[in-house]
C-alpha cells in the first residue's frame, strides 16, 4: 500500500487511551495534593501560634513554600488539560482512521480485482474481433452461424466490457472516497497532536523558552525525516546548537536530524545520567554503552534508558570515526555498506560489547573486498523472556520502533549504499516485520535471518487481513543443525496471540525467492579464488554454529561462555556467508552446495 493521494503516511497511529486516562487522573491527584499542601503551609503562615524568632522564620518559610507551589500547581493543571484533549481527539480521530484503513484496503483490493476485470472483458472482446466468424459476419458475408446469434454475442462481449469498466470506475470512485474518509479522520488527529505539541511547547516559560518553543513544535509535528531535516535545515547553526544543547533527549532520537547532532546528543545525555547511581540493570546498561564510547568506537544514535522495560540504543560503528566533541562530523559520509544488527531473546544492553564486536568485524569483512561500512547494533526494544517469546507483542512494539528508525537511517545513509538488516531468533521475527509492513522497503535491500525464532505473515496494523510483502528486498536465512531453540520458537504461540495474530512459525528460508545458506560447517574456496582439491587440507575452515546463539553461548543463556562460533562471530560459517551476502549479494555456501556439510563430510 502506498502513501495516501495527499502523501500521509499509511500506517496505525499507535495510541492508549488508558494509559492516557490513567495519566490525566494521577496529574489531577497531583495537583490536589499540591494544593493541600498549599493549604496546609497558608495555615502555618497565619495561623502557627508561638512567638520568637524561630516561629517567625517558619511562618516565612511556609508562606514562601506556598508561593512556589503556586506554578507547579497552574503547570499540573495545563499538563492535566492538555492530555485530556489530546486523548480525547486521538480516541475520536485516530481510532476512527485506525478502522478506515480497512475501507481503503478493502477499495483498493475491490479496484485491483475490477481493472483485472476489465482486461478478462476487452482480452474476451479482442479474442471475439478476431474470430473467423466475426470477420465474417462483420464484412457481410454469410456464416453457418444465424445473424440474431452473432449479433447477440457481439453485444454481450462489447457489453462485459461496458459492464467492467463502469464497475472499475465505481470502484475508483470508492477508492476516493475511502481515502477523502481516511485523510480527513488522519488530519483531524495530526492537528490535535500539533496542538498538543505546541501546548506543552508553551506549558511553562521555564520548562521550553519562547525563542524555542516554534522551532521544537515545527520538529514534534514533522510527519517524516525528510520533513524534520527541512525544518532543522531552515535553522541557523546558533539555534540548532541552542535548542541541542537545551533539549538533548528529544534532538538525539528524532529520525531525521543528521546523526553528527544526535551522537553529540546522546553523548551528552550518557554522560550526565551516568553522574547518578540508578542501580541495577541501569547501571551496568550505562557502563557498557560508556565502554563502547570510550574504548570501542561506538557511538550512540538514539538512546533511551527509562521508557521502556529495559534500556534502548542503537550503536553506530565506522572503522576510523569516533566522537570528538571539539566538532561535528557525518560519520555515514563515503558509506558504501550500511549494516544493522537486532538481537533477539533475553538480548540487552549488558551484553553490548559481543555485538559491538560483531559490528567491527562486519565492517572488516566489507574492508575486505574495498568497500566502507558502518555496522548499527539495534537494541530498541524490550526482547522477550522465556514466557513471552511464544507471543508477538513484543515483536509488533519492537518492529514499529524498527520501522521509525529505519525510515531515518534510509534519509540519512548515502543513496548508493546498500543496507543489510541481520535478525538473530526474535530480532528476526521483529525486522522482517518491519520490513514486510512497510508500504516501501524502507530502505533495506537484504534480509537476513539467522536462528530466526520464525515470522508472521500479518502485516502491522488492525486490518487482519493485511500481508507482509518483501518486494524489493532479498531474503536470505540459515539456521544451524544443532539449533533446537530456534525451531521450537516457530512452535511456541500463545492463546491470546493466537487469537490475533496467529503464531510466529514460518520459516524464512520457506519464503518466494528466499536464498538459504549453510551454518553447519564446511570450507570455502581457498583466497586465490579456486576451489580446493581437498576439503579437509585446503581453502578455508567454517566452523559450524554449536546451538542457538550468536557469540560464545551455544544452547545456553546468554552470557555463557566456551561454544564459540556463534551465528555472528568470526570465524563461523554462518559469519563468512553474512559478510559475502553484503558484499556480493550470495552467500558462499548454500545446502547441498560447494562448501557444504554434505559436500566435505565423509
Avoid at 22 to 45: D, F, I, P, S
Avoid at 396 to 407: D, K
Avoid at 552 to 562: R, V
Amino acid at each position: 500500500m502506498t502513501t495516501s493521494p495527499r502523501g500521509y503516511p499509511f500506517e496505525t497511529i499507535a495510541y492508549d487511551v488508558g494509559q492516557m486516562n490513567t495519566l490525566h487522573e494521577r496529574l489531577t491527584k497531583a495537583k490536589e495534593a499540591v494544593e493541600q499542601m498549599q493549604l496546609v503551609l497558608n495555615n502555618l503562615t497565619g495561623h502557627l501560634e508561638g512567638s520568637g524568632a524561630a516561629i517567625d522564620r517558619v511562618r516565612s518559610s511556609a508562606g514562601d513554600v506556598a508561593a512556589a507551589l503556586e506554578k507547579p500547581s497552574d503547570r499540573i493543571e495545563r499538563l492535566s488539560g492538555i492530555v485530556l484533549r489530546y486523548g480525547t481527539a486521538v480516541e475520536a480521530h485516530g481510532g476512527k482512521a485506525n478502522q478506515l484503513m480497512a475501507d481503503v484496503s478493502a477499495a483498493q483490493t475491490a479496484l485491483s480485482t475490477a481493472v483485472a476485470e476489465v482486461g478478462t472483458a476487452e482480452d474476451e472482446l479482442g479474442a471475439w474481433t478476431r474470430s473467423d466468424d466475426y470477420r465474417a459476419w462483420s464484412a457481410g458475408e454469410e456464416t453457418e452461424t444465424s445473424t440474431s446469434t452473432l449479433l447477440s454475442r457481439d453485444d454481450r462481449f462489447r457489453e462485459g466490457v461496458t459492464t467492467a469498466q463502469g464497475t472499475r470506475d465505481r470502484a475508483a470512485e470508492d477508492l476516493a472516497d475511502a481515502w477523502t474518509a481516511w485523510e480527513r479522520e488522519f488530519e483531524a488527529w495530526d492537528d490535535a497532536y500539533a496542538r498538543a505539541v505546541a501546548s506543552l511547547a508553551r506549558v511553562d516559560s521555564g520548562y521550553i523558552s519562547t525563542a524555542d518553543a516554534p522551532s521544537l513544535a515545527a520538529l514534534a509535528d514533522a510527519d517524516s525525516p525528510e520533513e524534520v531535516a527541512a525544518i532543522w535545515d531552515s535553522m541557523s547553526e546558533a539555534e540548532r546548537a541552542r535548542i541541542a544543547a537545551s533539549y538533548p533527549e528529544f534532538i538525539g532520537n528524532l529520525e531525521g536530524i543528521p546523526y553528527e547532532y544526535r551522537i553529540a546528543a546522546n553523548v551528552a545525555v550518557l554522560e550526565e545520567t551516568s553522574k547518578t547511581s540508578w542501580g541495577e540493570p541501569r547501571d551496568g546498561e550505562i557502563e557498557a554503552l560508556l565502554s563502547e564510547l570510550k574504548d570501542h568506537g561506538g557511538v550512540p544514535i538514539s538512546l533511551n534508558l527509562f521508557d521502556k522495560n529495559q534500556g534502548t540504543a542503537a550503536m553506530l560503528y565506522v572503522d576510523g570515526f569516533s566522537y570528538d566533541r571539539s566538532r561535528l562530523v557525518d560519520p555515514l559520509t563515503g558509506i558504501t555498506n550500511v549494516s544493522v544488527l537486532l538481537g533477539g531473546m533475553l538480548t540487552e544492553l549488558r551484553h553490548l560489547r559481543d555485538w559491538g564486536a560483531t559490528a567491527s568485524d562486519v565492517n572488516k569483512g566489507v574492508a575486505r573486498d574495498g568497500g566502507t561500512g558502518a555496522a548499527i547494533v539495534w537494541f530498541g526494544y524490550d526482547t522477550p523472556n522465556y514466557e513471552t517469546v511464544g507471543g508477538m507483542d513484543l515483536a509488533v512494539a519492537g518492529a514499529e520502533s524498527l520501522t521509525s528508525f529505519l525510515r531515518g537511517l534510509d534519509h540519512e545513509a548515502p543513496g548508493d549504499a546498500v543496507t543489510t538488516v541481520i535478525g538473530h531468533s526474535y530480532g528476526s521475527t521483529t525486522a522482517f516485520l518491519a520490513v514486510g509492513s512497510a508500504y516501501d522497503n524502507l530502505g533495506v535491500d537484504n534480509l537476513i535471518a539467522v536462528g530466526s525464532a520464525g515470522l508472521t505473515d500479518r502485516a502491522l496494523g488492525e486490518d487482519p487481513d493485511a500481508r507482509v510483502d518483501y518486494a524489493g528486498t532479498n531474503i536470505y536465512a540459515s539456521t544451524s543443525p544443532e539449533d533446537m531453540w530456534a525451531r521450537k520458537g516457530r512452535w511456541a504461540s500463545d492463546g491470546l496471540n493466537l487469537i490475533r495474530w496467529g503464531t510466529h512459525s514460518i520459516d524464512p528460508g520457506s519464503i518466494d525467492g528466499a536464498t538459504s545458506f549453510d551454518s553447519n560447517g564446511g570450507y570455502g574456496p581457498n583466497l586465490d579464488g579456486s576451489q580446493p582439491t581437498s576439503a579437509r587440507h585446503d581453502g578455508t575452515p567454517l566452523l559450524q554454529t554449536p546451538g542457538h546463539g550468536t557469540h560464545d553461548e551455544g544452547d545456553w543463556s546468554i552470557g555463557t561462555t566456551g561454544y564459540p562460533e556463534g551465528y555472528l562471530q568470526d570465524g563461523s560459517e554462518s559469519f563468512a556467508n553474512i559478510i559475502e551476502i553484503i558484499n556480493t549479494g550470495d552467500p558462499l555456501t548454500t545446502p547441498g552446495g560447494y562448501g557444504s556439510d554434505d559436500w566435505w563430510l565423509w
